[in-house]
């Protein structure tokens, strides 16, 4: 069978590696870390069923937990919306670094060859083929192809012919520079209901800022602005929430870590001959909160049935192709409609979403069509929508800017939706064009 190299022990490579051993192919990754290193040191929230979705068995019950109440609270800090829970274990909180070592385990029980602190620096192509990865201490690896799942700025990308159009490095205002900090409950201060809170625009800042009271008993902090974040920018920003959050003390359990996370619509074009990106590589994370390991296991499952579908092919761009069709049309067209809404509403001014919070424009039941994809309150002749538009007519400017979003939002997730279904790289190239130019450059 084939033999295939993952760069990176991400979530979804790992799992299209689980999935390609399962069927007979020779796999090995690579990962730079030690092992038990790999990923971030804190927690996600995903949907419990994705583990039936991908056919494996859940993790163990030390690896994840209930989803916690969340709130939203608006930059001024005087209004706030409660997000609807759902029932039991249908979300849950699971640790990155727990869940991705559980994947690996499931990994090297399938016969994946796993190789920790070994670091690849670059492809080796015949022609413009990927055919085999060079690492830093000057080991060939050689493969019929290569997954690329070593994050946001892979080198690899920038590696590869630009016949294949696929995008170098992501522009500053893709990402989120975050800093995450974990400290001691404030003594005889009782614990806040909801548990979590976040706040939009915080400091007036394009991003976020939570303060959450987790189930370990401690308070997990993340500072989040696109662009630019400092040390000092995020000390002063976690000073600033302890005055709305008495349960935040000044007593460090962790060390404060600072990240990039991907805040972006997906890669519109993630494979080339020999190559294929998955993950934060391809930019499949939640354009609003960064969050993608759900979106990434599903991606690597789709990988590799595109991989087993081939068969005896070569595994070049256009028998790679339909692994992205199936990703854009599942998950990225939606990713792409939040990736303007997201836009749009990190660049209007803070006053407008205070506005937004107090007038009843937006409500928990909005949230909870996000959270659920289902809406509470909706029941046939409900006036819910009349009373919003009777709200928004006394800001009309706000209505026109958030027509004119809308329209540009669902224009881009139509435009995301007309992938061309086979590989054809005249085609290809003038809908790359068209679904870039959807994004707006200017947070």
């Known amino acids: 069978m084939k033999k295939i190299v993952v760069l990176g022990a991400g979530h979804g490579g790992v799992l299209a590696a689980i999935k390609l051993a399962t069927n007979g192919y020779d796999v090995t990754i690579l990962e730079k870390a030690e092992r038990g290193q790999v990923s971030h040191n804190w927690e996600d929230d995903i949907r419990f069923d994705i583990f039936k979705f991908l056919e494996i068995d859940p993790p163990p019950e030390e690896v994840y937990s209930q989803k916690l109440k969340w709130r939203f609270v608006s930059p001024d800090e005087k209004s706030f919306l409660r997000v609807p829970q759902l029932p039991p274990l249908e979300e849950v909180s699971v640790s990155r670094r727990g869940l991705i070592n559980y994947l690996i385990s499931l990994a090297e029980k399938a016969g994946v060859n796993v190789k920790f602190k070994i670091k690849a620096v670059s492809l080796n192509f015949e022609d413009d083929m990927v055919v085999g990865v060079l690492t830093e201490d000057g080991q060939e690896f050689n493969c019929d192809l290569v997954i690329d799942a070593s994050g946001l700025r892979s080198p690899f990308r920038g590696q590869l012919p630009d016949s294949f159009l696929v995008q170098k490095q992501p522009d500053e205002d893709d990402l989120m520079q975050a800093c995450r900090a974990f400290y001691q409950p404030a003594d005889g201060v009782a614990k806040p209901d909801p548990d979590n809170s ?87 994370a939640m354009p609003l909160m960064g969050s993608g390991i759900e979106a990434s296991m599903k991606a690597g499952k789709y990988l590799s049935e595109t991989i087993i579908s081939a068969g005896e092919s070569k595994l070049t761009a256009s028998t790679l192709w339909p692994y992205q069709v199936r990703f854009m049309n599942d998950i990225g067209a939606a990713y792409m409609f939040i990736d303007v809404l997201k836009r749009w509403a990190l660049s209007l001014p803070p006053k407008q979403i205070n506005w937004l919070f107090a007038s009843g424009a937006i409500s928990d039941s909005d949230l909870a069509m996000i959270s659920t994809e289902k809406d509470p309150e909706a029941k046939p002749g409900s006036t819910g929508i009349a009373r919003k538009a009777m709200i928004l007519l006394k800001n009309p400017r706000l209505i026109g800017l958030a027509a004119g979003c809308l329209i540009r939002a669902s224009l881009a997730k139509s435009i995301a939706s007309k992938i061309p279904e086979k590989y054809d790289i005249q085609k290809i190239s003038k809908w790359k064009s068209k679904y870039d130019g959807c994004i707006d450059h200017k947070i």
């Open 198 to 284: 976040l706040t939009i625009l915080h400091l007036d800042y394009p991003g976020i800022a939570w303060c959450n009271h987790n189930h370990l008993g401690e308070v997990d902090v993340l500072i989040g602005r696109i662009g630019s974040l400092t040390e000092e920018e995020a000390k002063n920003a976690i000073e600033n929430l302890r005055f709305s959050n008495p349960i935040l003390s000044d007593i460090e359990l962790k060390p404060p870590t600072f990240a990039e996370i991907g805040v972006r619509n997906p890669l519109p074009v993630p494979v080339a001959d020999g190559y294929a990106a998955v993950g934060d590589s391809a930019f499949q």
